[in-house]
C-alpha cells in the first residue's frame, strides 16, 4: 500500500518552461490537494479536487493549472515557470473535505 | 483575518525533558484542529484531530489537548526520534467558507 506517491522528487526549470506534477493515491479518496510549502509559511493551498473530474482553486492558485480525469490521479501544470514557484510541492489526499490527509514526499522545484 | 500561531518556532530539549507547543487559532467557528509531525525532508504525516474544547487524545509520548482558542501538545519523557517539525491546522465551519489554514511549525530537536 503505497499512500500518496509523487514524481518527479527534484526538478529544476528555467524560467518559462513548462512541466507537470503528477500524484497518485491508491486508498480510494474523493478529495486530493496540492500545497506549497515556502521557509517561514505554512503550507499553502494551490488547487484541490473533490472528486473525479472536478478541480476547484485553493488559496494560491495563479500560475497553476490542474487536472483530474482519474479519481486515483491529479495532476498539477506550470505552463510558464517563474522563480516565484520555486518550492517545495506535496500533494495530499483525504476521506473528508480537508480532514485528516494523507501526504506525499514532496517534490523540490527551483526555477532559475 | 483569521490565523494559526504556533509557539515557539524551535525548541530544543534534552532527552527526557518533558514540555509543550502551542497553537492559537482566531477562526471563529473551529470544525478541526489537526496536528502533523514531518521530518525533514518527507510530507507531513497526520497525528491527532481534536473537535471541541475540553478533547485531549494521546500517542506514545504525545498528548494533544484543545480549548476554545488553542491547542497544546504535550511531550512527556521525549525521545531523539521525536525530533521533527510539528505542524497545527485549523479548519473552519461552514460560517467560515470551511477555511483551512496551517501554521507554520515548531522545530523540535531531542538531544542524546
Known amino acids: 500500500n503505497a499512500g500518496v506517491t509523487q514524481t518527479p522528487k527534484f526538478r529544476v526549470l528555467k524560467t518559462g518552461q513548462s512541466m507537470t506534477l503528477l500524484c497518485a493515491q491508491d486508498m480510494n479518496h474523493e478529495y486530493m490537494y496540492w500545497y506549497r510549502q515556502d521557509p517561514g509559511m505554512g503550507l499553502r493551498l494551490i488547487h484541490y479536487?473533490?472528486?473525479?473530474?472536478?478541480?476547484a482553486k485553493g488559496e494560491v492558485p495563479d500560475g497553476y493549472n490542474v487536472s483530474r480525469l482519474k479519481k486515483q490521479n491529479f495532476l498539477l501544470g506550470l505552463e510558464s515557470a517563474a522563480p516565484s514557484q520555486t518550492s517545495v510541492y506535496f500533494c495530499?489526499?483525504?476521506?473528508?473535505?480537508?480532514?485528516?490527509?494523507?501526504f506525499g514526499q514532496g517534490t523540490r522545484l527551483t526555477v532559475v | 483575518e483569521d490565523q494559526v500561531t504556533q509557539s515557539p518556532e524551535a525548541l530544543r530539549l534534552q532527552e527526557g525533558e518533558s514540555s509543550s507547543l502551542n497553537c492559537s487559532y482566531t477562526?471563529?467557528?473551529?470544525?478541526?484542529l489537526f496536528w502533523y509531525r514531518q521530518d525533514p525532508g518527507k510530507g507531513p504525516e497526520f497525528l491527532f484531530t481534536l473537535y471541541s474544547a475540553g478533547e485531549e487524545k494521546e500517542k506514545e509520548r504525545l498528548k494533544a489537548t484543545l480549548t476554545k482558542k488553542e491547542s497544546f501538545l504535550h511531550i512527556t519523557a521525549p525521545k531523539p526520534e521525536d525530533s521533527a517539525t510539528y505542524l497545527c491546522?485549523?479548519?473552519?465551519?461552514?460560517?467560515?467558507?470551511?477555511?483551512?489554514?496551517f501554521g507554520t511549525g515548531t522545530s523540535l530537536t531531542v538531544i542524546p
Open positions: 495530499a489526499s483525504s476521506y473528508f473535505l480537508r480532514g485528516e490527509a494523507f
Open positions: 491546522a485549523v479548519q473552519g465551519d461552514s460560517n467560515t467558507g470551511n477555511q483551512f489554514y
Open positions: 479536487s473533490v472528486g473525479e473530474g472536478t478541480t
Open positions: 477562526v471563529s467557528g473551529l470544525r478541526g
